[in-house]
């Protein structure tokens, strides 16, 4: 494994060297140029895995070696362990990643055609490739989660199998250290949490429903804020809903108790409410009691898309809710949802979008460098490709929208957009250089923010209010 | 005259005539001294002697460490600190990985001012830290006061 620029060299005359890292646009310029041949590069780059820096090298074909660029200050040592971590792809290797992403479109094809048998073969095909392509990192992890999502959409139907059966307690850990691994979610939090609290801003009786408590993490910095607030902290009541346990322990309690110990740590007067459901659509707004003198905020990280079954009736869940919400009159609806198109009718559409999305977001988390973590992550992020792909009916609950879709479909029953401000903008920057690699990025686009990697977004929150006198207007039309 | 410091057991000169001035008797002087470190300092200044070990380990002297660069220090939030643990561990949990994460030197020298914004973000981070560290306590195996528990450790970058 050559780990200085002299050694590079040698390996120029029969190396093909790509760009593991970004994923993304390599997948995407594969989608877009199926047919042709990849044209040859003529320029090679070698990438630095841990910074996501490119080291471009020119010309291999001159005699001399030429010494990497390396565009950023580091050490002796440092680059020694970085050259270990530098992957230098063959151009087999480049080869078969290439053929897996066109057998994987193929296959998807003909799952959506029918032809099982000869997506089968393909699966094999498929498999028998994965071993000579690296699947620790790079395109070969991304397709080995697609093509068992395929098998198992073929060999055991769309119920969904085992993917979504993992138990409430495994879904929490996992949550947690994909909370820990990247930014996506503290981004959620933390850009709701701004949004909610200056929606609070001379409230002294303050009602927060949070429509997936999980271990509550969202919660503690709310409750600092508010204890930091001029004018004092109001009192601070939070209703959280979540699954039921199996075992008899009531877990919404036990996460409620905690919050309220921090809370009196603090100073903060709170209040804790579990509302125990396994679907967001069998919980009644009578189940939140909820004050009329209270401003409420509602709080849904990634939990709205669940509501969009496939059969858009006029009684739908996710139209039944968005009308209890609204019949709540929150102060605030903060919604962060995937910045993503995985519910569309087609499947291959829907295959060939969520390849796409789930290799930025894998491209992401290679610069997460604490395990178990990252592994975890990884695990989190392998059931939601599950779901997409070999899920249908209601089985399939990942039913993510992008943004622009959720504008009209908020707009049309009754809400109007708040525009998420600066504050927030500062934040999610601040965030972003606090934990993370380069390569993340905070966009802003008509008052909702996205937090992206390398400009794809793939997370969106958006702030919204109730329409007053909406139900006349409804009925007058 | 010229005051001469002495390390322990290593008296040479003829003491009758001189006063003996030994750092330790001046505690007041080790806290305005130690004040002035940056945190890895004060955390090898803590291994020296017990009551440098004493003097580092106050809180008030990572309070001041902590708003060496902000300006304004905000108001009111030393009593939501304390509750959660306190400068130090504030300090450790995640002001320490501000120098780290970005590109700024991390000696106290070099250090670039940070904004009030980025301490109240970094209050919120080391709010969620603490609440981490209360469900450790309760499902692992140390019980108890949140506040003397050790800083969880784990593997970091």
């Not at chain 1, 498929?126 to 959409?153: E, P, W």
């Not at chain 1, 949004?195 to 927060?208: N, P, T």
């Not at chain 1, 250089?433 to 390569?439: D, H, K, N, R």
Request: hydrophobic letters at 40%; a negative charge.
């Amino acid at each position: 494994m050559g780990n200085s620029p002299a050694d590079f060299s040698q390996l120029a005359s029969d190396a093909i060297l790509y760009n593991p890292s970004d994923l993304a646009c390599w997948v995407d310029s594969l989608l877009t140029e199926f047919a042709e041949p990849p044209p040859t590069c003529s320029s090679d780059f070698i990438v630095d895995p841990v910074n996501n820096q490119t080291v471009v090298n020119s010309a291999w074909t001159a005699a001399e070696p030429h010494t990497p660029q390396v565009h950023q200050n580091i050490t002796y040592d440092e680059q020694q362990s970085l050259d270990n971590q530098l992957t230098v792809v063959t151009a087999m290797e480049e080869d078969s990643g290439i053929r897996l992403v066109h057998m994987l479109m193929t296959c998807a094809e003909c799952v959506q055609s029918g032809d099982l048998s000869l997506a089968t073969s393909l699966i094999d095909d498929m498999q028998g490739l994965l071993t000579h392509v690296n699947t620790v990192c790079g395109i070969g992890k991304v397709a080995g989660h697609f093509i068992d999502a395929l098998s198992r959409r073929i060999f055991q139907g769309m119920g969904g199998g085992s993917v979504n059966g993992g138990s409430a307690f495994e879904n929490e850990i996992l949550y947690h250290h994909f909370y820990e691994a990247c930014p996506y979610l503290k981004f959620a939090h933390f850009t709701a949490n701004q949004a909610i609290l200056e929606a609070f801003d001379g409230h002294d009786c303050v009602h927060v429903v949070d429509f997936n408590l999980m271990h509550g993490l969202q919660w503690p910095a709310l409750i600092q804020a508010l204890a930091l607030r001029p004018g004092g902290p109001p009192l601070l009541r939070l209703t959280g809903i979540g699954p039921p346990s199996p075992d008899g322990r009531d877990s919404l309690r036990e996460i409620g108790l905690r919050l309220a110990e921090l809370a009196r740590s603090v100073n903060v007067r709170f209040a804790f409410r579990g509302v125990a459901a396994s679907r967001l659509e069998d919980v009644k707004p009578w189940m939140l009691q909820v004050n009329p003198k209270e401003a409420v905020a509602v709080n849904s990280i990634m939990q709205l898309h669940r509501l969009l079954g496939c059969e858009q009736t006029r009684d739908s869940p996710i139209d039944t809710v968005l009308s209890w919400i609204r019949g709540l009159n929150p102060k605030i609806m903060t919604v962060v949802e995937q910045e993503a198109n995985h519910n569309q009718p087609g499947f291959l559409d829907r295959f060939t979008e969520a390849l796409y999305y789930y290799s930025t977001m894998f491209d992401s988390l290679e610069a997460c460098r604490i395990q178990p973590e990252k592994a975890l992550a990884e695990i989190y992020i392998q059931r939601e490709i599950g779901n997409v792909v070999s899920c249908e009916g209601s089985a399939r609950v990942e039913r993510h929208e992008p943004l622009a879709k959720w504008r009209r479909r908020l707009s049309g029953a009754g809400f109007r957009a708040l525009r998420l401000g600066s504050n927030a903008f500062k934040q999610a920057s601040m965030l972003l250089t606090l934990f993370s690699a380069e390569g993340y990025s905070v966009e802003e686009n008509e008052g909702c923010l996205s937090l992206g990697w390398h400009s794809s977004p793939l997370i969106a929150a958006s702030a919204w209010q109730a329409v007053p006198a909406w139900d006349n207007h409804m009925s007058s039309s | 005259m010229v005051e001469e410091r002495y390390q322990e057991g290593a008296l040479e000169i003829n003491e009758k005539k001189r006063t003996k001035f030994f750092i330790n008797d001046h505690e007041d002087i080790v806290v305005k001294i130690l004040k002035r470190l940056d945190a890895r300092s004060l955390g090898v200044a803590a291994c020296v002697c017990r009551l440098w070990c004493s003097v580092a380990r106050n809180d008030s002297l990572w309070e001041h460490l902590c708003f060496r660069h902000v300006s304004p220090p905000p108001s009111g939030s030393r009593p939501v600190v304390i509750a959660l643990g306190g400068y130090r561990r504030l300090y450790m949990a995640v002001l320490s990985r501000l120098g780290r994460a970005s590109t700024i030197v991390t000696t106290a020298a070099a250090a670039a001012p940070w904004t009030s914004d980025e301490f109240q973000l970094s209050l919120s981070l080391f709010c969620v830290d603490c609440y981490e560290r209360l469900n450790d306590g309760v499902d692992g195996t140390n019980g108890g006061d949140n506040v003397v528990k050790p800083h969880r450790r784990r593997r970091r970058r």
